[in-house]
């Protein structure tokens, strides 16, 4: 999604500026004017050189989540806004974070709103975060808006925790495996090779593929690891043009053990995302072009804003979100029900709970099967490796016995 750098005027006349995301510029300009921004002038982001220092700053969704929930409660408890700011920057760690909150103070002290504070931070307060806090100051409920939302990220957090996890067990022990096997072809056959050489003798087939695939990775070892950095760079390039997107994310929805999984982890995002803005008073057209940015997913995105084209037409929501192929029938006929009754919110948010409960069982149920498929892997071909290296010495002692 393109960004744009803008400034313009708020209604007390005070100039602001910032950065925003959007399709389009003219979509830009209208998200700002919702915001009560006039006079808009808008251009596209380049670099920016002031903030290159903020590179690697590591400000880490648990960080985030702890301040909303922190500000939240000192807002409910009656604190005034800028009092809230200082006490949460001078208790925070993370240094970069610390500065972000004092210009956020300054900003507010010089009579700005919050939410046009945070907008000068995209990369920390993402379009999500500004909207519903600019909607909980519209609407005097700031402190309910920033519970919500330190929820949202608690439970977003929770679920990325997940998934890594599920993905963690396979990756280390496909890294083991490789550093095992790369290092018996390098340091232990040759040593093998060279004895059963010095022997003489035919070789046993698996033996000689062994030899075989030992002398290979040691002549090639150089373009073998050329090779892998190529792909991995050429697949993180793919993977940033729009075709590329496109394949990869629908071959991820696909997958046979990863894909499910994939799959309600989205649903769960973006039902959450969506109940927390609705629920919040944010537009559903407003929320849908939000929602389809923190989707996670370039097919469940295009569904989403597929979706708001035809809310915008008039449609209800839920027809094309079953149209898409993306959503479960459950799913969509509940966003039904919920459109029809006028609980859209609470029915997004329910069903946020159910398929983040449904990410918990398959969580658990894919590590109890990975991790014994993945043993039997490891075993199967460091075990193979070391048995074809030992039966040429099984043949040799079978000869000097029968002698």
């Known amino acids: 999604m393109p960004e744009f750098l803008w400034s313009g005027t708020n209604k007390q006349g005070r100039t602001l500026s910032g950065s925003i995301s959007a399709a389009t510029r003219k979509d830009a300009v209208d998200l700002l004017e919702k915001r009560g921004v006039s006079n808009v002038k808008i251009r596209s982001k380049g670099m920016d ?26 807002i409910n408890a009656g604190l005034p806004l800028v009092n809230c700011l200082q006490i949460l920057g001078r208790q925070q760690d993370n240094k970069a974070f610390q500065t972000i909150i004092s210009e956020l103070t300054a900003d507010v002290e010089k009579g700005g709103t919050l939410a046009e504070a945070m907008g000068r931070h995209s ?92 002398d290979f990775f040691i002549a090639n070892i ?34 046979p053990v990863f894909g499910p999984l994939q799959r309600k982890m989205a649903i769960a995002r973006f039902t959450r995302t969506l109940g927390t803005l609705v629920s919040s008073g944010v537009a559903i057209l407003d929320g849908l072009s939000i929602t389809s940015k923190t989707a996670g997913n370039r097919v469940v995105a295009d569904a989403i804003i597929q979706a708001r084209t035809s809310i915008s037409g008039g449609e209800n929501i839920s027809n094309p979100l079953e149209a898409s192929g ?12 919920g459109e029809e009754t006028g609980g859209l919110d609470d029915m997004l948010l329910k069903i946020a709970d159910f398929y983040e409960e449904e990410v918990d069982v398959a969580v658990a149920g894919l590590t109890s099967v990975l991790e014994p498929i993945m043993i039997v892997i490891l075993g199967g071909v460091v075990g193979g490796m070391v048995v074809a290296m030992y039966l040429p010495i099984f043949d040799l002692i079978g000869v000097v016995g029968a002698q």
């Open 123 to 214: 990369g920390i307060f993402n379009e999500l975060y500004v909207n519903m806090v600019f909607a909980g100051e519209q609407g005097g409920i700031l402190d309910t808006i920033l519970s919500r939302l330190a929820t949202h990220l608690e439970k977003s957090a929770s679920l990325k925790s997940k998934i890594k996890t599920a993905m963690m067990y396979p990756m280390v022990v496909m890294i083991v495996l490789a550093l095992v096997v790369s290092v018996m072809l390098i340091f232990i056959i040759p040593i093998f090779a060279q004895m059963f050489s010095d022997l003489g003798g035919e070789l046993p087939g698996p033996t000689k593929i062994v030899v075989a695939l030992s």
């Open 326 to 337: 993306v959503f479960p029938s459950m799913v969509t006929s509940m966003i039904a029900v």
């Open 49 to 74: 050189l002031g903030k290159l220092g903020q590179f690697g700053t590591n400000i880490t969704d648990k960080q985030l989540a702890t301040f909303t929930r922190q500000f939240a409660t000192m």
């Open 222 to 255: 150089v373009f073998i690891v050329i090779g892998v950095v190529v792909a991995v760079v050429a697949y993180k390039m793919w993977y940033k043009t729009d075709t590329g997107q496109k394949v990869i994310d629908k071959v991820k929805l696909s997958m």
